[in-house]
Each structure stands twice: as C-alpha cells, then as structure tokens.
C-alpha cells in the first residue's frame, strides 16, 4: 500500500527526517511513536503535501502506484482526501468554525467529482459510520455545538468519505478524555483502512497497532512487531521509554531519560541518542545502521544484550 525510501526532510540546510524508510501493507495497522521533537509529525506531513513554506522533502514515497514526494499540488489535491486522508490532532482547527458539519463532510466529495447535491444527500449518511448519534441533527451543527468526541468523529468522517486506501492519524485522541478516547481507538481500528498511527503514548499505539516506527532525532531507531518490541526492545531509547511508561510500587521513583530532546541541527554526531544514553561509549560517536530481519534497531548496545 505506502512504500516510503530514504525520506529525508529538510529546512534551512537544516535536516529535521534523515533516511526514513518503512512500508505499510494493505490493511496494516503501523505505529509512529516517539518524543515531541522526533520527526512524527514532519513525516507525516510530507506524505501528504502538507510540509510548511521553506521546508522540504526528497527520497521516495509511493502509495500504490502514485509518488507522494516531489510532485506538484495540483497532483497531490488529486490524491489527498481520496487515496489518503489524514485526521489531525486538534478538531477545531481543522474544522471550519463558520460551515455546518454537512458542508465540511460533502465538500470532500465534491472536490473529487461527486455531485453537489449527491454529496450533501450522503453527508448525513457518512456520520452514522463513525458512532454519531442523531446524524441528521449532528449535520445541521456548527463545530462549537459539538464536544470534542463528536468532533473528532466529523473528522474521521472526513477523512473516510472517499474511502481512501491509507489514513493517517496524527495524535487523534490527545484532547479527549480515557471513556471517548477508548470509543475512538476502537472505532478507528474498525473502520480504517491500512493506518499509520502518530502518539506519544505506548498504551495508545499497543492498543491500536500491529507494528511500531519508533523515532528519535529524525530518524527510525528501532522498528517491528509491536508485541516484539514492547517486550524485548533493543535501542536504549525504546527501553527508556517503555520503563517511563510503566507503573512503579509506591515511594520509588519514576524512571525517566536523563536530558530533552535537542534542538534540530544541535544533535551529537554518530548516535543521535548517545548523550542521553547512560551506556554511550566511544563507539557511539560513529553513526549506528538500521539492521536487523523482522524487529531491526539501530544501537551499538542493544538492551537484549545486556
């Protein structure tokens, strides 16, 4: 479905995405985790035209047949919304505040040929799919009428009027609270097809995913299964996150990664990871390769190893 090669994405001469590469099947469920800072978001973006002014893409994208990196918009507005879509974080700013849900739900229809009035007829029809209650009244709404659950099921709504082949979700349960954000994890992973999976949260992406993208520094430090992954990870900073993510007895402290994420452009050569690594050596100053069948990783001291 998505085959994406040495995706590298740049601004200022600065590099923020190196040499990012995976593929997605059909009907897979792929997740994209790490801090804020590591590159998620950038690369989701550039897969769908969306990189900011002065930022940049080059390496190779393809969904199915059709490049994604380096084409012209007018190309792109063919594909986003249709062969792909995206659900962002935060609805009330992708929504427009001014246009009834029905507008917002047929107009992405109608930008890739459907009819006018066929559109609006299915616009209601669309927002049963995704658990809404009362489409017909959900419809005639403004955003602001609705909470933030039955906004992010506009969204998803959205995103599925063309039945595009890939979604892509970006942290699309961050605002809502633990009962809805369940009845859209388990919505999304219904009806989605192949999805890539953006979040910070492991529980999240456990609960959604078959496989795990895990970044750091622009770049896929550790990827597999995610059953694999989140019970024997190999990159340190895997294991960091998984042990900050865990429960610990009551009076000791919370494990945490010493350090922040670095600014774009100040990272240490060699690993990107090795000054906030307790086991970085000299041997880490030169840069470690992705390798590994299945569950690969990109450490000099790989945590299965002791």
Known sequence: MLSVEGLTIAADGVELVHDVSFAIAPGERVGLIGESGSGKSLTALSLMGLLPEGVTASGTARLRDRDLVGVPESRM??????????????????????????????????????????????????????????????????????????????????????????????????ALDVTVQKQMLDLIAEVAPALLFITHDLAVVASVCERVLVMYGGRVVESGPIREVFTRPRHRY?????????????????????????????????????????????????????????????????????
């Not at 040929?113 to 005639?140: F, I, N, S, T």
């Not at 960091?240 to 494990?255: D, W």
Request: aromatic share 2%; hydrophobic share 35%.
């Open 238 to 306: 895997t294991e960091g996150l998984l042990a900050a993510s865990r429960l610990t007895p009551r009076g000791t402290r919370l494990p945490t990664i010493a350090g922040s994420v670095p600014a774009a452009g100040t990272f240490p050569g060699g690993c990107e990871f090795r000054n906030r690594c307790p086991h970085a050596d000299t041997t880490c100053e030169q840069p470690p390769a992705l390798t590994g069948e299945g569950h690969a990783h990109a450490c000099w001291h790989p945590a299965d190893r002791g």
């Open 77 to 174: 507005k063919d594909l986003r919304g249709s062969e792909l879509a995206m659900v962002f974080q935060e609805p009330m700013t992708a929504l427009n505040p001014l246009m009834r849900v029905s507008t917002q739900v047929a107009e992405v229809m109608t930008l890739h040929g459907v009819p006018r009035d066929k559109a609006r007829a299915r616009a209601a029809e669309l927002l049963g799919p995704v658990r809404l209650p009362r489409p017909e009244q959900v419809a005639r709404a403004y955003p602001h009428q609705l909470s933030g659950g039955q906004r992010q099921r506009v969204m998803l709504a959205i995103a599925l009027a063309n039945g595009p082949g890939l979604l892509i979700c970006d942290e699309p349960t961050t």
